[in-house]
């Protein structure tokens, strides 16, 4: 079994930055992708950026300039730095982990961005 833990998230002012961190443990596989999405209340479950093991990367345009997703394949380790957060920043963030025919969530961090 693969357990993906997150940490890093909390409470920051509009403009601040915070920085996520997932490290997974178990069961240990080669992931093709690793990512973090989020939700806010009473939203779905929406994609943030995800990476690739060859390190190509793609974003939300709604975060692309502000954040950076990166990779550490040897320690299946995934994180984001988040800059100029914004209130509608605020939502719970889930690492996500993936192969072929089988996917990973963490439990999720809360972001909080307070204006």
């Known amino acids: 079994q693969v357990q993906l833990v997150e940490s890093g998230g909390g409470l920051v002012q509009a403009g601040g930055s915070l920085r996520l961190s997932c490290a997974a443990s178990?069961?240990?596989?080669?992931?093709?992708?690793m990512g973090w999405y989020r939700q806010a209340p009473g939203k779905q479950r929406e994609l943030v950026a995800i990476?690739?093991?060859?390190?190509?990367?793609n974003y939300a345009d709604s975060v692309k300039g502000r954040f950076t997703i990166s990779r550490d394949s040897a320690k299946n380790a995934v994180a984001l730095e988040m800059s100029s957060l914004k209130p509608e920043d605020t939502a719970v963030y889930y690492c996500?982990?993936?192969?072929?025919?089988?996917?990973?969530w963490g439990q999720g961090t809360q972001v909080t961005v307070s204006s």
């Open positions: 178990g069961r240990i596989f080669s992931f093709n992708v």
């Open positions: 996500n982990a993936q192969r072929p025919g089988l996917g990973y």
């Open positions: 990476i690739t093991s060859g390190g190509d990367t």
